[in-house]
């Protein structure tokens, strides 16, 4: 078993480059870290490789991770910043969807996100999406979706949704000749989530963290919606939002 202890190797090297967003636009790879979500990359998604640790390659069955790269235990902890590292990673090839590709269902559920930079808020709202079989689309300043930490808070759901980075106005205009209502959640909606029928083709615009959806998006929608509450809290967390939203949609689709 070759086991790799220069930390100027290629495929060391490679990895830390990915660490950083130009170089996963520039190569179109990202990083996929831990045996649960290696295991989980469907087939579609081409893996370039794999990088694991000499502990795990000692432990585990690793004829399923070909091309396979054994790295020392301390290079292998100097390539994540994971408290509890697995011992392994993938080197995965990225996908590119078009705004069209998450439009496409009989009653679409599309999630549309302004300006959303938190990795873990992202993580989170991907991972709601997933659970309502929904298409998301993303302007052009939000957190990159390969970011590892996007990537960990995701839980591997990315890999079963139809994503696109898109002008968003652009899309908008899409989304409206498609029959589909843009409702942009905003903390001094006209209308509460509650008194709208989200049994219809329906899109959720939800805002950055900090400015919340901006002034020309929030022209694009069909209607300014409100999340109800008894407390003195001005708005909650973004991903908290899409929660309620999302489910409550569900509610109305599958459950009423």
């Known amino acids: 078993m070759s086991i790799i202890t220069s930390s100027q190797n290629q495929i060391v090297q490679l ?6 967003k130009k170089y996963r636009q520039n190569l179109g790879l990202f990083i996929v870290e831990g045996i649960k979500f290696v295991k989980e990359i469907p087939a579609e998604w081409r893996v370039e490789g794999f990088v694991m640790s000499e502990s795990f390659a000692k432990t585990a069955d690793i004829t399923d991770f070909a091309p396979a790269h054994i790295v020392t235990d301390g290079i292998f902890n ?14 995965v090839r990225q996908r590119t969807f078009a705004a069209e590709d998450a439009m496409r269902a009989n009653n679409p559920l599309i999630l549309m996100l302004d300006g959303i930079n938190d990795p873990g808020n992202m993580g989170t709202i991907l991972r ?22 996007v990537v960990r808070s995701a839980a ?19 989304l409206k000749m498609r029959g589909i209502k843009i409702l942009a959640a905003m903390p001094l909606g006209a209308r509460s ?24 998006m929030a022209q694009s ?15 909650l967390n973004a991903s908290m939002a899409c929660g309620i939203m999302v489910y409550e949609a569900l509610r109305q689709r599958h459950w009423n």
Do not use: W
Not at 137 to 144: G, N, P
Not at 194 to 216: H, K, M, W
């Open 15 to 20: 990895v830390k480059k990915l660490e950083k």
């Open 78 to 91: 100097s390539l994540t910043d994971t408290v509890n590292s697995q011992g392994i990673l993938a080197i």
């Open 128 to 149: 709601l999406a997933q659970s309502a079989d929904a298409g998301v689309l993303l302007s052009e300043d939000c957190v990159d979706m390969y970011n590892p930490k």
């Open 156 to 174: 591997g759901s990315f890999f079963h949704l139809k994503f696109a980075y898109a002008d968003l106005e652009e899309a908008a205009a899409m």
């Open 193 to 216: 989530l509650y008194d709208i029928d989200l049994a219809q083709p329906t899109a959720f615009l939800l805002g950055n963290e900090a400015r919340g959806v901006s002034p020309q």
């Open 221 to 235: 929608a069909d209607e300014r919606i409100k999340i109800p509450m008894i407390g003195a809290a001005e708005s």
